[in-house]
Structures are given as structure tokens and as C-alpha cells.
């Protein structure tokens, strides 16, 4: 007996086969259209339906490498249910390098999206109600932002149960809490019932090896748990539980020196850089504020009194 169709953006999506269908965005003004693919591969027994996301932000290009990554190696078919890939879903920000839509906005912050309402409104509405409805569970994939390096790590809330037991599946270095933001795409999945992993990690504008492997070997943990593809699942020690976290601002501005390794512990008053100025006459060290893991490091060469440098778990 088959299962009952599975319908996506308007096509029934056969059974066993590979389909992609373009999602539209707009058209440019030289009347050229933008489309978004939409890469799915459905198995012929019934199962869950999982999305695998990444460029939201189109200058996060790490995230665009392991969903590709995902896909070069197969690990997109699966033995039961269905696997979705949107590879790029800020196209047009990935073609320019930049974090936001052409209409200047986050289009993780305009979630669900209007009908009538911006460039970037529209679009998230059209995922929000012919995408979103039909898929269980969804791993998005983030970087930091500009020259901020974060570890391989996964955010979820505390209270989101199904999400945290996911993460501890997926096993990343590091799992942040994390509260959902209003407006974004996680948040509006959470309250459609959906079940959200939000990986994180490197930094805009770069293709990572090593994070690009910690993703896709932990989407790969994730779909052995769902049974979705055969295989064992590689698990290393307890990922590092960060529940609450503080930022460690710059107190004068000048060169930043890097001396710590992101990821790493350490304890109070040990030192994480240290600030100096371009003529040699002063230089300031940045201590630890107490013990605690470094988990995302700016790594810009320059920096400004109260610029966020490090961020820091803030217990044990």
C-alpha cells in the first residue's frame, strides 16, 4: 500500500525520486527572475520530513557548504520519509556577499511574512505557508556575523525539549542556550509545532573545513536517530552545556591580539588578548572575568572602546 501524496509548492513530489522545484522570489528590473532551488529527495516508505537550510543570511557561506556537502555525499536520500535541501535561501544576498535582502532588511526578522508587505515580508511569507506546514523538523544553518568566529555549536531554548534532545543527537562541541528571537525563522517554526536545531559556526565569508564537517557529521547523527539513513552515529564526549552566556566588550579601542583558541577553557584573570595601539605606546591585556569557556571570538584586526571581543559562559 503507498503512502498518501506528498505535495510542495503546488507539485506532488513522486515517490523514490529526486525533484527540484524552484521556489520564486521576484524579478529583477531587468525582468530577469530570481528562484530559490528546492532540492527534494523522497524515499518510498513513509517517514519524516526533514529541512535542511542554509544562507538565510547570504554572506554565511559555511552553512552553504555543508548543505552542499550533504548533498555531494548522498546523505540527502533517504531509507524512509522525506529530506528537503534549500542550499542557498537568501539567493539574493549569497550573489552580492551580503547579510540582508535587497530591500535592506533581515529576512530573519521579518518571519512569517506578508502577503503585501516588503521584498523580504513576501518571501518569508511564501515559505512560511507553502514550505513550513509540511516539514517536522528543520536544522538551519548560521555562522557568526562579519569577523565574529563562532565554535561549532548548537542554539536552542531550554524549555524546547524535543530541540535540546536533538542537539544532544547531533553532538556538537558545544550546545547553547538560547532564546528564540521574535520574528525568526525559528521562532516561527517553534510555534507551528516544529521541531528547530540552529547550528552555528566559523564566520561569515568562509568555507571552513573543519566546520563544515562538524555539520554535516552531525546532521548525519540526526537522521541515523530518525531512522532515516542506515549507519552509527559518531559520538564524541558530552557536548560543553553553556546556559547563560556574557559578551566581553572592549575597554579601549586599537589592534586586537588574539590569545586565547576559541572553544577553549579558561580560568579567571587568564588572557583572552590584548589590546595595543599602531605607535608602540601603550597596550592593554584583556582578562578572563572569571572561569569559563570561550565559545565565539572577534576576530577583527581592529576594534573600538565597547566592542564585543568574546563571548563567554558565564558558569561552569
Known sequence: M????????????????????????????????????????????????????????????????????IIDIGLNKPKKGTIICIPVF??????????????????????????????????????????????????????GGGERDNIAQIRCDKNDLKALELAKVFNPPMIVYSKNIAKSLRDTLTKLGKTVLLFEGG??????PTIINEGVMGTRNVLI???????????????????KSKWLRASHSGMLKIRVSNGSYVKKKEILGVVQDPFGEFKKNIYAPFNCHVFCINKTPIVNKGDALFHLSTEE
Open 225 to 243: 536517530h530518525l531512522g532515516m539513513i542506515e549507519g552509527e552515529s559518531i559520538v564524541r564526549e558530552t557536548p560543553i552545556l553553556v546556559k
Open 90 to 143: 537568501n539567493i539574493f544576498g549569497y550573489l552580492v556577499q551580503t547579510r540582508e535582502f535587497p530591500d535592506g532588511r533581515d529576512l530573519n526578522r521579518v518571519f512569517p511574512g506578508t502577503l503585501s508587505g516588503s521584498l523580504a515580508s513576501q518571501f518569508a511569507y511564501q515559505f512560511s505557508e507553502k514550505i513550513a506546514p509540511f516539514v517536522d523538523c528543520i536544522i538551519d544553518f548560521h555562522t
Open 2 to 69: 503507498s503512502s498518501k501524496p506528498f505535495v510542495l509548492l503546488g507539485k506532488e513530489i513522486p515517490e523514490g525520486k529526486r525533484t527540484v522545484i524552484d521556489l520564486k522570489v521576484a524579478k529583477l528590473h531587468t525582468r530577469t527572475t530570481v528562484n530559490v532551488p528546492v532540492i527534494i529527495e523522497r524515499s518510498n516508505k513513509p517517514g519524516p520530513v526533514v529541512l535542511l537550510l542554509a544562507g538565510i543570511h547570504g554572506d554565511e557561506t559555511n552553512g552553504v557548504g555543508i548543505v552542499r556537502e
Open 203 to 208: 564566520k561569515s565569508k568562509e568555507l571552513n
